[in-house]
């Protein structure tokens, strides 16, 4: 009933104000793009890009109806329902001319009912991999990729497609759709490339790179955060502000603004002067990998933290143990959390690495008491898993700053934490 009365609502919303739509969808870095697409649109117009993950049959129109951020019981929805009507009969110049949106796909059928809601002027596809998140529901990746291939069939001719050129996949949906096709990455191929990429851990704590479009090219700088996955979202924004008839200084300049969400390859100071890249937000099999491609070329002793990937049905062992055969080459400690974690655990000895540098737990708590016991001076910390699990617990456990948590680390969904018990 609710969620009904919702998409009645934001369809309203969207027909009375009629912003531009920009949506996202992919497995990999939806929301820190949006954000992204959102610090780079801002210089132009009234935006609104929710901080939150609202991509789903209730958070979707959500971000629609307001610029909330966060859920709650009778009373919020009461307040919800009553602000978006008060909104349709009376019409306000807050709303935003640019509405930044999430398209969550977790079933078959998904993308069907969040298109009925609202249908994009832009739409942003971000990497899928080879083996996606929320594939639990799906005959295989081939009906994930359709899924959500179908934001791009939904565009008109007039429309434009943004694509990540480094996906396959992704790239392949140039053919399923009318619209302009812009692409990003690192592939040679892409119109907006990055280039010149590096992780900086003196100077400053994050990425730098340049961004290249027709012969001309803009340095970005991305403080807090590492990882290329971080580096493709400032191209994916990139993209749209060119859409957007913004020239490549505007565009710069936007992003070195920008600032991840919590969660995402974010570093944070640890205890005993150890670095931590908090990573802790979810976990799909091509982000594990990104993640530990991330930590691997660290000069220090690297630790890794992971725990369960989950929603991936059939491609449940296979992915934990390639997370597994890659950890033992990108990390010199390897603690694992959760039952799938076991899975990490065997593999990484199986591919090599020694059995006193491996250590699992069935608690989140007991690998933060184990992690702060033997960290050291100069250690870089990974922590990995999805949202069930829990381990921005363990990040508190070690931070430098845990009165900062609140600030610092993701708040998990409510969803989620109806599942803690599987894991404190």
């Known amino acids: ?158 429309s434009h497609a943004v694509l990540a050129a480094d996906d396959s996949a992704v790239a392949e949906m140039a053919k399923e759709t009318r619209a302009h096709i812009l692409t990003y990455g690192f592939d040679e191929s892409a119109a907006v490339r990055v280039s010149s990429f590096e992780q900086v851990l003196k100077e400053m704590q994050g990425s730098v790179m340049k961004l290249e479009y027709r012969g001309n090219f803009i340095p970005v700088r991305i403080e807090g955060a590492l990882g290329k996955a971080q580096s493709c979202a400032a191209a994916a924004a990139g993209a749209v502000g060119l859409i957007f008839s913004m020239n490549l200084v505007s565009i710069s300049e936007a992003l070195n603004d920008y600032r991840p969400p919590q969660g995402r390859l974010r570093v944070l100071r640890g205890v005993k002067k150890s670095l931590l890249i908090d990573d802790t937000y979810n976990a799909s099999p091509l982000a594990m990998e990104e993640a530990l491609r991330t930590l691997a070329p660290m000069k220090k002793r690297r630790i890794a933290v992971l725990g369960d990937m989950l929603e991936l049905g059939k491609y449940t062992l296979e992915a934990h143990e390639r997370s597994g055969k890659l950890a033992a080459h990108a990390a010199d400690m390897l603690i694992t959390v959760g039952l799938r974690g076991k899975l990490i655990s065997a593999a990484a000895l199986t591919e090599g690495m020694e059995a006193s540098a491996v250590h699992h737990f069935e608690t989140v708590g007991e690998a933060g008491k184990f992690l702060e016991e033997k960290l050291k001076a100069g250690d870089v910390v990974l922590l990995k898993a999805s949202q069930a699990v829990r381990l921005e617990k363990a990040v508190k456990e070690v931070m430098a700053e845990p009165e900062r948590a609140r600030e610092l680390l993701v708040r998990q969904d409510a969803r989620w934490l109806q599942k803690k018990g599987m894991y404190e």
Do not use: C
């Not at 832009?122 to 990497?127: L, S």
């Open 1 to 158: 009933m609710l969620g009904k009365l919702l998409r009645i609502l934001a369809r309203a919303t969207i027909r009375r104000y009629k912003p531009v739509i920009v949506g996202v969808t992919g497995n990999v870095g939806k929301t820190s793009t949006k954000l992204a697409i959102g610090a780079v649109l801002s210089r132009l117009r009234r935006i609104r890009a929710s901080a939150k993950s609202f991509n789903n049959e209730i958070g979707f129109p959500l971000a629609i109806l307001g610029d909330w951020q966060k859920t709650g019981g009778v009373f919020f929805w009461m307040r919800v329902i009553l602000a978006s009507i008060m909104r349709l009969i009376v019409r306000t110049r807050r709303y935003p001319e640019v509405l930044v949106l999430e398209y969550g796909v977790d079933r078959p059928g998904d993308m069907d009912y969040l298109l009925s809601i609202a249908r994009p002027d832009v739409a942003v596809v971000t990497a899928i991999g080879d083996v996606p998140v929320h594939v639990e529901f799906f005959a295989g990746k081939e009906q994930v990729v359709k899924e959500k291939a179908k934001l791009v069939r939904a565009l008109s001719a007039a």
